[in-house]
């Protein structure tokens, strides 16, 4: 490194030339691409934007000029142009930088993200107050084009266009979202007709329509008609003025010194305006340009001789047994909110085209659809991250659970996901789904309980949850749909019976549950252990007829101990009012989780095996 490893802020880079900023663009791929492949991360996409990251940083004045950078995903090459090339090893691991900005790690990370679409809110916010403080620095929010699909950008764009504040919004537009971008928008962008002719064109014409009498009229319509076909030259900025803000571009979002002096012109200018960039995800890594969702994120790289067997994701059994289901049931549809890979639904996709819908980044839309196409007797599968159902709880509520539809949530990344930290964490979900109404909760703690759940779940009438841990089942092989039972609703599993102690698990804490009780039998202890399978209803005849018997009570959780599935237990006690009962519950407190990997991060909560076996012993002595 010639020239990144001087740059402690970015002030830094002012000063550079031309050729060195070039330089400076080729260190920090060569160490995104390094550091990335080691520690896992969002490659393609911070590739993709580091010409966007310097070019920003050399026009403005970070931190009184404001960079927001939506999901936050691509802003690498930004954290090391701000302090923090000295920690870029440590990036997403434990106790380590963040993979996305963050607010309390830098003055330059000027909002805390890691949810896609927030940053023209956000920016927009930050630009009213400054306006209230006539503070006349800039507010820059950077979008992709895929974060734009979704309905809160829109929302923002309206109340922009309207205020007139002063703010930039740069569309990093790459045509892909992590899988190829969805939606009309998505095709209307890529006209990509910005050249001098097709830009003087397009003005005449506006005028020309400007200056014709209104409906009614012959020549009018004859215009409106060829306006029609004229459709194709019609600049994809078009749709930014109608939300009255000025647009320029599209520009090449690699060419550092047309980008730089576009920025230096537009930085002054005192209304919204958008400009658009045109960039390659990947850039600058030939396999990740070549496969840009394969690269989108990718894993930590395994320990060298690590021969540690294998079994099967949830997600992979999930998406498995929705196409096998799909077969025997046309009525079973499968919808995402742009999550097809991440989600399990490729195969599902490939197999049933006709039958699968991705919506785009819309967790809002994605549920409400879910909702209508229900009511015509289909039965949705809403594939969807733990973390990004937050977002559509309204949806949930109101539009799906209240009229009891038969929408099923296929619940992704429950609980603690490991390296992408707080933002992506799927803590909250048993907290935030027990309270409504009409809706059964379930949460599968092997291979085999989440084909039987999935099944139980078509089977049913009614809105369903089925929550499931990122990573590997507990088992090799897992049952077909075929072979599944359909459980009863409501009702538990007994795995252990004993008297010392009753643990109770849900989902993913159910294995090392099985394994801390195992512990617990070899040195001649009697743990009861439960499966709780049902969150919601809960087994309230096998859960007060173990606590009655046995008095000390473990309950397991990898969800917030707040309102979560433990507190659904004490409400049953209580309700119960069963007496003389110690309880103790792990789960995961009232702080938001922090990054590493699963691993580490299930054993500092204490949600491992040795965790568990611990706790209970700790309650069967003290409590002889
Ligand atoms: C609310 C929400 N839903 C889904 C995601 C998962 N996600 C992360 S990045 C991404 C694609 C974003 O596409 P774009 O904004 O075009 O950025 P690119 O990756 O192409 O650079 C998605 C769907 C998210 N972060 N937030």
């Known amino acids: 490194m010639t020239v990144l490893n001087k740059i402690n802020s970015p002030g830094q880079i002012k000063g550079l030339s031309l050729e060195s900023l070039d330089t400076l663009c080729s260190e920090i791929r060569k160490k995104i691409i390094e550091i990335t492949l ?106 992709g084009d895929g974060s734009m699909t979704a309905g809160m950008a829109y929302e923002a764009l309206n109340h922009a266009g309207d205020s007139k504040k002063r703010l930039i919004v740069i569309l990093n537009d790459n045509e892909m979202s992590i899988s190829p971008n969805v939606g009309a928008l998505s095709s209307f962008l890529s006209r990509k007709l910005s050249g001098k002719y097709f830009q003087e064109l397009r003005k005449e014409f506006g005028d ?27 600049t994809p900025g078009m749709i930014f003025e109608a939300f009255n803000f000025d647009y320029f571009g599209p520009i090449d979002g690699h060419n550092l010194s047309h980008l730089i002096n576009i920025l230096n012109n537009i930085k002054n200018i005192n209304e919204p305006v958008l400009l658009h960039v045109s960039t390659k995800k990947g850039k600058g890594y030939k396999p990740a340009e070549a496969n840009p969702t394969k690269f989108h994120g990718v894993a930590p790289r395994s320990p060298e001789n690590s021969n540690k067997k294998t079994f099967p994701a949830y997600t992979k059994i999930f998406g498995k047994t929705l196409c096998d289901m799909a077969k025997e049931n046309d009525k079973v549809t499968a919808i995402t909110a742009a999550m097809p890979e991440g989600t399990g639904l490729s195969d599902f996709h490939k197999n049933f085209p006709e039958r699968f819908f991705d919506v785009g980044i819309a967790e809002q839309h994605a549920v409400t659809f879910a909702a209508g196409m229900s009511t015509e007797g289909f039965i949705p599968f809403v594939a969807i991250y733990s973390t990004f ?49 009409n809706l059964v909760i379930m949460a599968p703690s092997s291979g085999d309980e989440l084909v039987s759940m999935l099944k139980t779940a078509e089977k049913m009438n009614g809105p369903a949850a089925i929550r499931y841990p990122r990573g590997e089942s507990a088992s090799e092989t897992f049952i077909s749909y075929k072979d599944a039972e359909v459980l009863e609703i409501g009702k538990s599993r007994l795995i252990y019976d004993g008297q010392d102690i009753f643990i109770l698990a849900a989902g993913s804490m159910v294995d090392p549950a099985a394994k801390a009780c195992h512990m617990l039998r070899k040195e001649g202890f009697s743990p009861c252990l439960v499966d709780a399978r049902f969150v919601k209803p809960l087994d309230g005849e096998m859960i007060i007829e173990k606590a009655v018997k046995i008095k000390k009570l473990l309950v397991v959780e990898e969800n917030a101990l707040k309102g979560g599935f433990s507190s659904a237990v004490c409400e049953l006690m209580a309700d119960n009012f069963v007496e003389n009962l110690y309880i103790k519950r792990i789960g995961i407190p009232d702080k938001f989780a922090v990054q590493g990997s699963q691993e580490e991060l299930r054993r500092k909560y204490g949600l491992d095996e040795n965790g568990i076996y611990w706790e209970a012993l700790k309650i069967i002595n003290e409590k002889k």
């Not at 020309?208 to 019609?234: C, H, M, N, Q, W």
């Open 38 to 143: 080691e520690n896992g991360g969002h490659l393609a996409s911070s590739l993709g934007a580091v010409e966007l990251a310097i070019a920003l940083h050399y026009v403005f004045d970070s931190p009184s000029d404001k960079i927001i950078w939506d999901v936050g995903h691509q802003a690498y090459a930004h954290k090391l142009l701000t302090g923090r090339y000295e920690k870029f090893d440590t990036l997403r691991k434990f106790n380590g930088i963040s993979g996305f900005p963050h607010k309390s790690e830098s003055i330059h990370d000027a909002f805390t993200v890691g949810h896609s679409s927030t940053s023209v809110s956000a920016g927009l916010g930050i630009s009213a107050a400054k306006c209230l403080k006539h503070d006349k620095s800039n507010v820059i929010a950077v979008i």
């Open 208 to 234: 020309l329509l400007k200056s014709l009498p209104k409906i009614g009229d012959d020549v009018y319509k004859i215009a409106k008609r060829s306006e029609e076909s004229f459709k194709t030259l019609i």
């Open 389 to 437: 159902l937050q977002r559509a709880y309204d949806q949930l509520i109101h539009d799906v659970c209240l009229d009891s539809h038969h929408v099923i949530f296929a619940i992704d990344r429950g609980g603690l996901v490991g390296e992408d930290g707080p933002t992506h964490h799927g803590c909250f979900d048993l907290s935030y789904l027990r309270s409504v109404p």
